[in-house]
């Protein structure tokens, strides 16, 4: 069993060395001391495992899945092979709603990329908000594991002396899970049970090779309560729960805050970064301004190229429907797009080897006029081509000059096309 174990994470190993262009010896350092992570269950039989981890290329989440009231499988399987077609990384169901284990049966069994949950979402869906303990978290957890969850966020940083340093903010807890757990907490008069049982959850999550995202229960949801008390104390507290996790040789990465405004940004991600140990960090955004809903991709999109410039290893994307309702595959193509050009854009700036590749080889299709090559480089092949058909349909055919031109300038404004010529007349 160890043989085979050894044997397919030296596997994992060398496939994340390939994608990111690094040696697999360099992989293996940042894995062993914890500032890389590979999330990926032994049972999760057709992962095509990344890493995730500061110095590599960034990574983008979706989070799909269904509400109480909302959605279906059938809608959640869509999400998620548009989620993957457009570039995310990695997945997350945050499903509360229906037959739960049977959805997520169905989504592992489609999902190439690591997937992610939120076991006390769960919990409470199963047992009720109050009526749950360290034993139903715990048999949760154990399912969920052995399905071939990849990753699971746990609020085990929220403790009850954190509870009412929150309530004094503008928007209190806006975290699903740290206000279910804050409730039950001032219900039972009890500490966090995911934080009691913390050792037993490493225990299960080593057995599958689960990775644990420990989670920002108290998050900010509005730019008057970043960076305050309540954020940084439980942030200590995660800092505490990564070094228990290394020493029981479980993988972990570290979840960051949600609404911060721009020159906060890189005060967030050193913090992090020194209390938690290098711990990657998975970021939601931020949101750079509140007043945007609508357009909140663009707002969070803006907040995680920051972020990931200055040390975030993961940006959970943020659609179109934040604040307003439960998004659609269409919203999640558009989250996804958003935060694959924030991501890819951060780590051109940082100059990890081979980032810019892409931006090269469309600069060169742009020059030779070749628009198969370019759609082939875009981030969205997909709308790149859509926009381009409209704008041919929209013109003169008889200025079209073998396509070697674009419809906003025309063939005789074109500044490539007399670029392309004074560059023959000069050589």
Known sequence: MEIARAGRISDAVKTVAAKEKRTPEFIRRRVADGRVVIPANVNHKNLSPCGIGRELFTKINANIGNSAVSSCPGSERSKLQIAIKYGADTVMDLSTGGDLKAMRTGLIAQCPTPLGT????????????????????????????????????????????????????????????????????????????????????????????????????????????????????????????????????????????????????????????????????????????????????FTAGAGGMIGAFYGAAMLCYVTPKEHLGLPNPEDVRNGVVAFKIAAHAADVALKKPGARDRDDAISDAREAFDWERQFACAIDPDRARELRQEAIKESDPATHHDGKFCTMCGPDFCSVRLSAKLKKLLT
């Open 118 to 297: 939120v076991p006390v979402y769960e919990v409470v869906a199963r047992f009720g908000s109050e009526n749950f303990g360290e034993k139903e978290i715990l048999q949760v957890i154990r399912e969920q594991a052995e399905q071939g969850v990849d990753y699971m966020t746990i609020h085990a940083g929220l403790l009850r002396a954190h509870v009412p340093l929150a309530l004094k903010r503008k928007l209190g807890i806006v975290s699903r899970g740290g206000a279910l757990l804050a409730a039950w907490m001032g219900k039972h008069k009890k500490e966090n049970p995911f934080y009691t049982a913390f050792d037993k959850i490493l225990k299960i999550c080593l057995k599958y090779d689960v990775t644990l995202s420990l989670g920002d229960g108290l998050r900010p949801g509005c730019l008057a309560d970043s960076s305050d008390a309540a954020q940084f104390a439980e942030l200590d507290t995660l800092g505490e729960l990564v070094a228990r996790c290394r020493k029981a040789g479980v993988q972990a990465m570290v979840e960051g805050p949600g609404h911060i405004p721009l020159n906060e940004i890189e005060l967030n991600m050193r913090r992090e970064r020194k209390v938690c140990q290098d711990a990657p960090f998975y970021i939601l955004g931020p949101v750079v301004t509140d007043c945007a809903p609508g357009y909140d991709h």
